[in-house]
C-alpha cells in the first residue's frame, strides 16, 4: 500500500510539471498563461510561441503521463494498474501544485498514460487525433470528438479498467473545454492555420 501511494504522489508530481510555462520563460522569456488563451499547454505554446516550441511542450506532457503510468513497471508491482497511476498525473496536470493548482487540458498527459498501458491503441488514438485536426482545423473539437471515438474504441479491447478510464477522462476533458464549448456555440472558437475546414473558411 505504501508503494502505491508512493507512486501516485510521484506521478502527481510528473503531471504537475508545467512544460509549455518552462519553455516559454527559460527560452522565450513569455509567460503564455498572460498571451493567447492564457492555457499553458500545447495548443497555446504553438500559438503564442510557434511549433518548435509547441512540439517540445507536446512531448514533454506525454512523456509526463508516460513516466508516471509506467511505474509498476518500474517498481515491479504487475498487480496495479498504469492507467489508475496515471490518473494521478492527470490531476497534477490539471491542478499543478506549481502553477497555483491550475493547468493544462489534459489531452497530451492522457496520451502519454495510454503509451505506457497499450502502445498500439496509442497509435489508433493518435491516428484518430490527427485525422480529426486536420478535418475540423479546431484542436478542441478533435480533442472532444477523439475521446468519444477512444472510448467506443476501447470497447473492443474487453478491457473494463481501459473503458471505465477513457470513459472519465472524456468527461473530464469535455468539462476542462467547457469554455471552448461555449465560443463554438457562439461561433467563435479559434481555427489553427491547417487543415480542411480552416482552408474551406479562407476560400
Known amino acids: 500500500m505504501l508503494k502505491i501511494i508512493l507512486m501516485l504522489i ?41 511549433p518548435k516550441a509547441g512540439t517540445v511542450v507536446l512531448l514533454m506532457d506525454i512523456l509526463k503521463g508516460t513516466l508516471a503510468a509506467s511505474q509498476p513497471y518500474l517498481f515491479h508491482m504487475p498487480q496495479v494498474n498504469p492507467l489508475l497511476i496515471g490518473l494521478a498525473a ?8 506549481f502553477d497555483h493548482f491550475k493547468g493544462g487540458k489534459a489531452v497530451a498527459t492522457s496520451a502519454g498514460i ?26 478542441s473539437v478533435a480533442s472532444m ?12 479491447y474487453h478491457d473494463v479498467i481501459l473503458t471505465a ?25 479559434n481555427l489553427i492555420p491547417f487543415g480542411y475546414w480552416y482552408h474551406h473558411k479562407k476560400n
Open 10 to 50: 510521484i506521478a502527481y508530481f510528473l503531471g504537475s510539471i508545467p512544460s509549455g510555462v518552462m519553455i516559454g520563460k527559460k527560452f522565450f522569456n513569455v509567460d503564455i498563461r498572460q498571451a493567447g488563451s492564457g492555457n499553458i499547454g500545447t495548443t497555446n505554446t504553438f500559438r503564442v510561441l510557434g
Open 90 to 97: 492527470i490531476v497534477g496536470h490539471t491542478f499543478s501544485v
Open 114 to 139: 495510454l503509451l505506457a498501458y497499450n502502445p498500439s491503441f496509442f497509435v489508433i488514438a493518435c491516428l484518430v487525433f490527427a485525422s480529426l485536426v486536420y478535418l475540423t482545423s479546431m484542436v
Open 145 to 156: 470528438t477523439a475521446m468519444v471515438i477512444i472510448s467506443i474504441w476501447s470497447l473492443a
Open 165 to 189: 478510464v477513457a470513459l472519465i477522462l472524456t468527461v473530464f476533458i469535455f468539462y476542462r473545454h467547457r469554455e471552448n464549448i461555449r465560443r463554438l456555440k457562439n461561433g467563435t472558437e
